[in-house]
């Protein structure tokens, strides 16, 4: 079952069935630490299997994995025109 969350964005309300035993030994905030526990392993799954040459593209893979791990979502091109769309039209505002 799934709901949409209108309060905020891009989030849904997800109802699984979990056994009592493994929901007994989650410390603290069960669902933030099943989003940082999803959030790992899907970093873990999505890791490329291209590997950067250089200093600084070492330095821009590291920093996209932190941002995944930390429960970033990545942007398609249509969000990425989206985005720019948005920003621009701020630039607008100050002329």
Request: hydrophobic share 45%; net charge positive; charged share 30%.
């Given at each position: 079952m799934k709901y949409n969350l209108r309060m905020t964005h891009n989030l849904i309300a997800l109802s699984v069935k979990v056994?009592?035993?493994d929901v007994r030994r989650i410390p603290g905030n069960r669902g933030a630490?099943?989003?940082q526990a999803m959030?790992?392993?899907?970093?873990r799954e999505s890791s490329p299997a291209w590997r950067p040459k250089t200093a600084t593209g070492r330095k821009l893979l590291k920093l996209r994995s932190q941002?995944?791990?930390q429960g970033g979502e990545l942007l398609d091109p249509d969000g990425i025109a989206e985005e720019l769309r948005?920003?621009?039209?701020?630039?607008?505002?100050?002329?």
């Open positions: 056994p009592l035993s630490f099943i989003r959030a790992e392993k899907l970093a941002f995944v791990a948005q920003r621009r039209a701020g630039c607008r505002d100050l002329q």
